[in-house]
């Protein structure tokens, strides 16, 4: 009877900034990339990336803030990853910056914007939106009766 | 340079079972790029964890797919399992790999067949589905579904099959298999099936590595990972298993891998059922939750797919993952379709078995 690999369970918790040397390293010993996924935990998400090799799993476990998530993209070592981070970006809002292949919130067509983490476009775009001052130009919303 | 021209393929296109959508960026007749989108039929299925309590929720991860339902519960129920660090008796073990066999047998029959009429080969097709028709009785018989079966629990099996319905299915399969032989025989030695075939969407090892393909598509380049070799079910027990492995990568490859895969089924099915011990049909589980992570693994017919559950102590999970193996093998489809002609596009999105609903859940 063979060993049970599966039973084999290999969680390592990794900094946000340490992520890419981590899997930089799993890539240099000849593991490949089986899934990514994220996981809502409080006022954090936890995302995790799974690699394989021999039929043992390591799985590299990151954890950010829910408000406005945001995480490096590994898609620059494995390119296939951008399946995973597109769906990560449309279900959880989380923004992979350098992502190779974007699909930019268009991977999934969903009714309900980041189902899994309401708000966080909402959020993002607080952030991201420099704030209006009184000599600055501010266009109005132009609706289809207007046109 | 030529003009290009973008052709969009789908996501309604009379090739395609579920909606997938190409952008195909064609020179003449060539494909030099394609663009997917897929997103059509998000069901949300994993959120539903929420609502559903995790002895429950194994009705909904059955329901991702109609092929491999029954390989996504086993899939469920072993993640949960390795949550709750309990050990399922043998017997069920064995009951579920022979149900998983017997699903890879009804998959792979219905891609043959969909390959076939495909290609314009009605008679074949039909020859496929009437064999593969043989494997749906079977678990109607012993599960009381042909699609949805619903024996698969945390903790085990909720139905028996009695060693005389055993020993009657061996018997089946003992003749059925002459008729599988030669209908693969077809796929193998005929000049118009091997015209369609031979040479077309070629994916190399290292780009299949590249791309993490997984399934036939990855052994048909010669990538030799199959999950039923890391020691579950019953197939550490088998006298010898190694997976199916083709080397020249290309369409015609992907159909000798599957058509290998469905003998060596059989073969298992049989050796399973002169192997299986009496015993138990499940482990009580009571009073007890999951509580941490468990990321569990199965060979689906199309190839591997990942299990993760987090339990939090309560009777909700926190998460419920699935991660299935067309969702992998889009960017390899990506580049086979790269340097094809238009009238192979069909062909080469067959030869991933796409299943679309199993991606988007």
């Known amino acids: 009877m063979s060993e049970r690999k599966d039973l084999i369970q290999d969680f390592v918790p990794v900094q946000a900034a340490d992520l890419l040397n981590a899997v930089a390293d799993l890539k240099t010993a000849g593991y490949r990339l089986g899934q990514a996924c994220a996981t809502v935990i409080g006022d954090d998400i936890e995302v995790m990336y799974s690699f394989d090799k021999d039929v043992v799993l390591k799985n590299l476990v990151v954890t950010i803030g829910k408000s406005v998530p945001e995480l490096q993209s590994v898609t620059g070592l494995y390119w296939y990853a951008f399946i995973y981070e597109n769906e990560m970006h449309d279900l959880f809002g989380i923004t992979f910056k350098n992502l190779a292949l974007d699909y930019k919130g268009q991977f999934f067509k969903i009714a309900?914007?980041?189902?899994?983490?309401?708000?966080?476009?909402?959020?993002?775009?607080?952030?991201?939106?420099?704030?209006?001052?009184?000599?600055?130009?501010?266009?109005?919303?132009?609706?289809?009766?207007?046109? | 340079m030529a003009k290009r021209t973008i052709i969009p393929f789908g996501p309604q296109h009379p090739v395609l079972p579920e909606p997938v959508h190409l952008d195909l960026v064609m020179e003449d007749e060539t494909v030099v790029e394609a663009i997917p989108s897929i997103g059509y039929i998000h069901r949300g299925l994993e959120k539903l964890v929420e609502k559903n309590e995790w002895p429950e929720m194994v009705y909904v991860i059955e329901r991702i797919c109609g092929i491999c339902s029954f390989g996504h519960g086993w899939g469920y129920c072993k993640s949960v399992e390795g949550n709750l660090g309990i050990e399922v008796p043998k017997r069920a073990e064995y009951l579920r790999t022979i149900w998983h066999e017997l699903s890879r047998c009804h998959s792979h029959l219905l891609w043959l067949g969909l390959l076939a009429d495909a290609?314009?080969?009605?008679?074949?097709?039909?020859?496929?589905?009437?064999?593969?028709?043989?494997?749906?009785?079977?678990?109607?018989?012993?599960?009381?579904?042909?699609?949805?079966?619903?024996?698969?629990?945390?903790?085990?099996?909720?139905?028996?099959?009695?060693?005389?319905?055993?020993?009657?299915?061996?018997?089946i399969l003992e003749g059925i298999k002459k008729e599988t032989a030669e209908i693969c025989d077809v796929f193998i030695e005929d000049g118009s099936v091997k015209s369609r075939l031979v040479g077309i969407g070629t994916l190399s090892y290292d780009e299949a590595v590249e791309l993490g393909a997984v399934g036939p598509m990855g052994r048909a380049s010669g990538v030799a990972q199959d999950i039923r070799t890391?020691?579950?079910?019953?197939?550490?027990?088998?006298?010898?298993?190694?997976?199916?492995?083709?080397?020249?990568?290309?369409?015609?490859?992907?159909?000798?891998?599957?058509?290998?895969?469905?003998?060596?089924?059989?073969?298992?099915?049989?050796?399973?059922?002169?192997?299986?011990?009496?015993?138990?049909?499940?482990?009580?589980?009571?009073?007890?939750?999951?509580?941490?992570?468990?990321?569990?693994?199965?060979?689906?017919?199309?190839?591997?797919?990942?299990?993760?559950?987090?339990?939090?102590?309560?009777?909700?999970?926190?998460?419920?993952?699935?991660?299935?193996?067309?969702?992998?093998?889009?960017?390899?489809?990506?580049?086979?379709?790269?340097?094809?002609?238009?009238?192979?596009?069909?062909i080469l999105i067959l030869t991933i078995d796409p299943c679309i609903s199993c991606t988007e859940r």
């Open chain 2, 119 to 171: 290609f314009g080969f009605e008679s074949l097709f039909m020859h496929c589905w009437r064999i593969r028709e043989t494997i749906l009785d079977i678990f109607e018989d012993t599960t009381g579904g042909r699609v949805i079966f619903s024996v698969c629990k945390v903790g085990g099996v909720r139905k028996d099959i009695s060693n005389e319905k055993l020993a009657e299915i061996a018997k």
């Open chain 2, 230 to 346: 890391d020691g579950h079910g019953a197939y550490s027990e088998l006298e010898s298993f190694a997976p199916v492995v083709e080397t020249a990568g290309d369409s015609y490859a992907r159909c000798l891998v599957r058509i290998g895969e469905l003998k060596q089924s059989m073969e298992i099915i049989i050796e399973a059922i002169e192997k299986i011990p009496d015993g138990e049909l499940e482990v009580v589980i009571k009073g007890k939750n999951p509580e941490g992570n468990f990321v569990a693994r199965l060979e689906q017919p199309r190839g591997e797919a990942y299990y993760y559950s987090k339990g939090n102590g309560s009777k909700f999970l926190e998460r419920i993952r699935v991660r299935t193996p067309t969702n992998a093998n889009i960017p390899a489809l990506v580049k086979t379709l790269q340097g094809c002609d238009l009238a192979d596009v069909p």
């Open chain 1, 112 to 147: 309900e914007e980041t189902p899994w983490n309401k708000g966080a476009n909402a959020a993002k775009s607080v952030v991201e939106v420099a704030p209006a001052t009184d000599d600055t130009d501010v266009a109005t919303e132009t609706t289809k009766g207007d046109e």
